[in-house]
């Protein structure tokens, strides 16, 4: 059994600084988002390795990003007018957006952030916490608090229970309000539109903002 990780309120002063360092030390920080508590690591090799075995999840499966701004999504992604004109109707809130890397990036992305098509996913939350992170250190990489297929936690006792030993730091920001994980929305270069996950939003909604 490893050590209880350090548990902080998430809007107490120095709380957000305390997990910038221990992000940039490479180790876990689980925090609160506004549908469910989330793990988050800095989007390099060795901190998202150390992210999936606490998960027991398959590499395989993308690992999304949250970010603070449309800007940083440019960064990285392409970012067609039909992903823009979602981003402005449902950001901040609970949609992950799935695109295709940038041409010139794709190849200097750690293996874990691609999904099985070589996709990045992006999250730009409704919470204060996962976006001052994001604000600071550039995209962070962001993943349900729980173990890969598991219940994901709306409380810190749950995350805690299910992940504590992995994990270097708690920001506790109470339970959370929603519940439900963010909806997941694949947007191709040509501007095509596919659902992947049902989720907080509801899916007819954000096809018919397509346009």
């Known amino acids: 059994m490893g050590a209880a990780p350090l548990v902080l309120p998430a809007g107490a002063a120095g709380s957000i600084d305390s997990a910038i360092e221990v992000l940039r030390a490479g180790a876990i920080v689980a925090l609160p988002t506004e549908t ?30 949250a970010v603070d701004s449309i800007a940083q999504v440019e960064g990285l992604a392409v970012f067609p007018a039909v992903a ?38 992006f999250r730009l939350a409704d919470h204060p916490v996962p976006r001052q992170l994001a604000a600071c ?16 936690a709306r409380t810190v006792d749950d995350l805690v229970a299910a992940l504590g030993d992995a994990l270097s730091l708690v920001l506790d920001g109470g339970p959370v309000l929603g519940g439900v994980a963010s909806t997941v929305v694949a947007v191709d270069a040509a501007g095509g539109v596919t659902v992947l996950r049902a989720g907080a939003l509801d899916a007819a909604e954000v096809l018919a903002a397509r346009t």
């Open 36 to 65: 469910v508590y989330g793990l988050a690591v800095l989007p390099r090799a060795g901190p998202l390795a150390t992210l999936l075995a606490a998960k027991r999840r398959p590499r395989e499966k993308g690992i999304a990003l």
């Open 84 to 121: 823009r004109r979602l981003a402005e109707r449902f950001w901040p809130g609970p949609l992950t957006l799935v695109l295709a890397p940038r041409r010139d990036l794709a190849h200097e992305l750690p293996q874990p952030l691609l999904g099985p098509s070589g996709t990045l996913g």
């Open 137 to 152: 250190l550039g995209p962070i990489a962001l993943t349900s608090a729980n173990v890969s297929g598991g219940q994901d």
